[in-house]
């Protein structure tokens, strides 16, 4: 029975790891590759200046066609800057506010506490500016695609000038590697020395959609660190705790046959 | 059985009245329980732990959600990302879902290899059945919520069954939706019904552990208490086991919520709703995976029933032929232990459901784990057809034709024999 018991939790373990594999091992796109990132593991965090660079990327040229609707000003204290420098930010953007006393709505410069202003006032305008299609939202984008960061970075790095021989380009579409059907409206965002870093990293492509793409991990789980800081202590906790209530039961149990 | 003296006065006072502390110390405290019970019996007292912190953290995210479908996505996402803690109050809710039925599907496999169907149990695993299908509606409707594009999916995927019954069904349909298609009336009714039923299931628990009280529990030997040296008192004995079995499983489950809590989940459920794109592959949950590869694996019209139809009877009538086992299995002893035979039919049946909710997972056109020429679909009927056939036919010819190993005659003997041999 002891087998038994050994047996199903083995089985506990097979049925979610299979599970969450086979969900989600679905499409026809090419899986892009795993790569490094410092939040990977148990200890992983989060590389500050490596979010500020992705935040720069994210500014510079993302912005002009993503919105970023679940980011407030006032959560950039989550990648390093203080008080002063996100005021700072809040203030280069214009934000809607209103009515006044007049009943008109108004422009002002931004707060930290307003959420970064969207590109364009609809969807509607937003797909006309894109040959009909819609840039979505990047807040949550490491969450809402297989493979998270990895895709992010694997689509940004995963174009190709020209469409392989006999691939049908449909005119305003371009050749995209990881992208489901390989047919994406967005052009190529980024190019070498899109912007320029201050701490002197390399400004390649490949650089900028790292940068980027570690950005967007951020805004999707702002809370990976605190999570992970809490989760070690639960789990230690857990293990002490669990090792004691064993300990009492042998010794509760000790002169029971059974 | 007589009840307890007590001696201090305010808890006499009260018992005297309503003899609530009687009662608890008779079932949780004296309670005879085999002596020789497996870590397989943890699994009650633990999915009675996860249907409590799935009512607590709950109701803690119904303080900050907003059952709109225009604010319910961005209500969650607040409550990720402004509430206090709320990303902990929503892991271990959505995390919770999947540990309740990782916990509650180990039970019943548990009561399957033993036995624990048969009499005199029955109205007990009828109990466990319906509280089945009341944490299936009540997943179904929870994961509906967050509106995201699978919960809006999802939703008309399933709503969208009912309309395979005949005559009635397109009506049914719209009155299950409260419209025309699934939109915001669906979200507030599936709300309100998502807060009431984990209430439900608290009163079948209480059912369910009521009957188990007065027929007491199976155990591996399969052979009845007999004696008092067979069994022990509940507590300490159990209650120390139970705890001990809620560590472990709480490192398990703390390993998902803090480090990989959206691996269980379905990345499109970050994209909110969106009536006008459809999902290019509509996935329900794991736990329902092996259910929707029956619905899906009927795809022939017999006698002119159309094979929708037909899917949706073989998907309920997967988890009604459960009600019936106790008189399909024709054996005389319980527990498989002794039945060398239909102990291996046991575990094909145990693997078999793993490859429905492979199939489930998968594309009908796929090819099964990479197999040249054998579609996903073709699989899934196979597996369909010998998930009926365990039940139809393995059940009744292997417990006639089955030649059992001896039983030990009590409880105690069988504990004495397996000490000296180890
Ligand atoms: C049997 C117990 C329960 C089960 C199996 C269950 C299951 C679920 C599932 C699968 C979800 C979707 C998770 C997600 O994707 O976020 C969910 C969400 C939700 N549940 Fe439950 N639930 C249970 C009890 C309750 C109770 C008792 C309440 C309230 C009193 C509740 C309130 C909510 C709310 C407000 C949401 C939406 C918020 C969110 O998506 O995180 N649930 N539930």
New binding site residues.
């Given amino acids: 029975m002891r087998k038994f018991a050994l047996t199903a939790i083995a089985a506990a373990f097979a049925v979610t790891a299979f599970t969450g594999g086979t969900a989600k091992a679905a499409g026809d796109a090419p899986v892009p590759a795993a790569q490094d990132w410092s939040w990977d593991g148990i200890f992983g965090t989060y590389d500050r200046a490596q979010l500020q660079r992705g935040f720069q990327v994210y500014k510079a040229v993302c912005a002009s066609c993503h919105s970023l609707r679940f980011i407030a000003f006032r959560n950039l204290d989550g990648i390093g800057f203080n008080e002063d420098q996100i005021k700072a930010i809040a203030a280069e953007y214009d934000v809607e506010d209103g009515p006044n006393d007049d009943g008109d709505m108004f422009t002002r410069p931004g707060k930290p506490s307003d959420y970064f202003p969207s590109p364009f006032p609809n969807e509607k305008a937003a797909a006309a500016s894109n040959g009909g299609a819609i840039p979505p939202d990047l807040s949550l984008m490491n969450k809402a695609r297989v493979g998270g960061p990895d895709y992010v970075f694997g689509l940004l790095t995963g174009y190709e000038e020209e469409a392989p021989e006999g691939f049908d380009l449909a005119d305003g579409k371009h050749y995209n590697h990881y992208f489901p059907g390989h047919q994406i409206s967005m052009a190529p965002p980024l190019y070498d020395e899109a912007v320029e870093y201050t701490d002197g990293t390399p400004a390649t492509v490949e650089q900028h959609a790292r940068d980027i793409s570690a950005f967007l991990n951020w805004t999707a789980q702002p809370e990976l660190e605190a999570r992970k800081a809490l989760g070690i202590k639960v789990i230690l906790f857990l293990i002490v705790l669990t090792a004691m209530l064993y300990a009492v039961k042998r010794k509760i149990w000790r002169d029971i046959e059974h | 059985m007589s009840a307890p003296q007590w001696n201090n006065k305010v808890v006499k006072w009260v018992d005297d009245r309503l003899p609530v502390i009687s009662m608890l110390h008779h079932s949780a405290y004296e309670y005879p329980t085999p002596k020789n019970l497996s870590y397989m019996w943890n699994f009650g007292s633990l999915a009675g732990f996860v249907?409590v912190t799935?009512?607590l953290s709950?109701?803690f995210?119904?303080m900050n959600?907003t059952p709109h479908t225009s604010m319910a996505f961005e209500s969650?996402e607040r409550?990720m990302r402004d509430v206090n803690y709320g990303w902990l109050i929503?892991y271990i809710?959505?995390n919770g879902?999947s540990m309740?039925f990782i916990v509650v599907f180990l039970h019943m496999f548990r009561g399957l290899y033993y036995g624990s169907y048969k009499a005199p149990r029955e109205m007990l695993w009828w109990i466990g059945i319906l509280i089945l299908l009341a944490?299936m509606a009540?997943?179904f409707m929870?994961?509906v919520?967050?509106w995201g594009q699978m919960s809006f999916w999802g939703a008309t995927v399933i709503t969208n069954l009912f309309s395979a019954f005949p005559i009635i069904g397109d009506p049914l349909v719209t009155w299950l939706w409260g419209g025309f298609s699934v939109d915001n009336p669906t979200l507030n009714r599936f709300f309100s019904l998502?807060?009431l039923?984990?209430f439900i299931?608290l009163g079948l628990v209480v059912l369910h552990v009521w009957a188990l009280h007065s027929v007491r529990s199976n155990n591996p030997t399969g052979v009845e208490i007999k004696t008092p040296q067979d069994s022990i008192p509940f507590h300490p004995y159990y209650t120390i086991k139970d705890l001990f079995g809620m560590g472990v499983f709480l490192i398990f489950f703390c390993g998902f919520v803090f480090f990989a809590p959206d691996y269980l989940?379905h990345p499109d459920?970050y994209i909110p709703a969106n009536p006008l794109v459809t999902p290019p592959h509509i996935v329900p949950?794991w736990y329902f995976l092996p259910f929707y590869a029956i619905l899906r694996s009927i795809d022939f019209t017999i006698f002119g029933i159309p094979a929708k139809l037909l899917g949706v009877l073989a998907m309920f009538a997967s988890i009604v032929i459960l009600f019936v086992i106790p008189w399909l299995d024709t054996s005389k002893v319980r527990s498989s232990k002794f039945r060398p035979v239909y102990k291996w039919f046991f575990w094909l049946f145990v693997v078999d459901t793993f490859i429905l909710g492979y199939c489930g997972a998968k594309a009908p056109d796929d090819y099964f784990m990479g197999v040249p020429g054998l579609k996903v679909i073709v699989m899934g009927q196979l597996s369909t057809l010998y998930y009926f056939a365990h039940f139809l036919v393995v059940m009744p010819l292997v417990g006639k034709m089955e030649r059992p190993k001896p039983l030990p005659a009590s409880i105690s003997e069988s504990v004495l024999k397996e000490g000296a041999n180890a």
Avoid: K, Q, S, W
């Fill in positions: 249907l799935m009512i709950g109701i995210l119904v959600y969650v409550i929503r809710h959505m879902a309740f944490m009540t997943a929870g994961y919520l967050p998502h807060y039923m984990p299931i989940g459920n949950e």
